[in-house]
């Protein structure tokens, strides 16, 4: 999924309030592009791009006098640039500790400036095991940030096939264990959704199922049905001809549908379920498809129905 959104939010403390809103379907990725005189902090999300912070460090360039003069001014450099890093550290650690999907951080810059913060250690040691790649880039700052989502594509994209490998052979062995704290199917799902069963809900990006309500205008009796995205017009026909079995009359029409999706998506934020959206790109995601359905569900606690 390329990246299709970039935003910089200039204020003097980081913008918050976004972090707080995202939905909890898609990862986190803390990106720093460090600079000796320039640096900014970020995150990506999806396709979404958003820079908190940027930083300038006062750091001057070379000095040209000699003797001690010179080893003091390069002394005071070397300082102030520390100083600089170890601020840029203070609020990254504020940031990012507190974001639980944080899946990992990318650091990027040019010159040894990058080498010279993650070797600092300011930055907590939480946030430093979750460090996937330092890259090298032409330009620190907001600039930096764009470049440096340019070069990540591809190891954001093996970072995202491992964990889905990993969460449906979670999901495989709890199956092959029989311990009952998993489920799949629809309406298996569904139902588990509703009593707040339900921990992780794993659903396939192939997943084209709409959830239909039809209704007979006659006497407002309701019926759902599932139905395939393709199958969605042939059932607005076929309706029509159908004989409602509470007053016989012929007057369904379709009153609601809704993707599968979306429907189970706003179910599980109601009962503080993760969602895990699972592509069909690996071996385990294509079997999560074509055996299970698409849908599938690990359990808080066992089921007793």
């Known amino acids: 999924e390329k990246v299709l959104t970039f935003r910089y939010h200039c204020a003097s403390e980081f913008l918050l309030w976004p972090l707080e809103d995202m939905l909890e379907t898609k990862e986190t990725y803390g990106l720093l592009c460090i600079g000796r005189k320039e640096s900014a902090v970020g995150y990506l999300r999806g396709n979404h791009v958003e820079v908190v912070r940027d930083f300038t460090s006062g750091v001057h360039g070379k000095h040209r006098a000699g003797g001690q003069s010179q080893k003091r001014f390069e002394r005071q450099m070397e300082e102030a640039e520390t100083r600089f890093y170890r601020r840029i550290s203070d609020e990254v650690n504020k940031l990012f500790l507190g974001m639980e999907d944080l899946q990992g951080i990318f650091i990027g810059g040019p010159g040894p400036s990058k080498e010279k913060f993650v070797n600092d250690e300011s930055l907590d040691y939480r946030l430093r095991d979750k460090i996937l790649d330092v890259v090298d880039l032409g330009y620190g700052g907001i600039e930096g940030i764009r470049a440096l989502v340019d070069k990540i594509q591809d190891q954001i994209a093996n970072v995202k096939y491992v964990r889905e490998k990993q969460v449906v052979q979670s999901f495989l062995k709890e199956i092959s264990n029989d311990t009952g704290l998993v489920t799949y199917g629809l309406k298996e799902v569904q139902k588990a959704l509703n009593m707040g069963a339900v921990d992780k809900l794993i659903l396939s990006e192939k997943l084209d199922t709409y959830q239909v309500t039809i209704t007979c205008s006659n006497c407002n009796y309701k019926e ?16 029509q001809d159908e004989n409602c079995p509470d007053c016989g009359s012929n007057t369904f029409n379709v009153s609601n549908s809704v993707f599968i ?5 706003s179910i599980a934020e109601t009962m503080g379920t993760d969602v895990i959206i699972i592509s069909a790109e690996t071996e385990e995601g294509e079997m999560l498809y074509s055996t299970f359905g698409g849908i599938v569900a690990m359990l808080r606690f066992k089921l007793t129905y």
């Open 261 to 265: 999706i979306e429907e189970f998506g």
């Open 224 to 239: 759902s049905r599932t139905v395939r995205e393709q199958e969605l017009s042939k059932l607005e026909l076929s309706i």
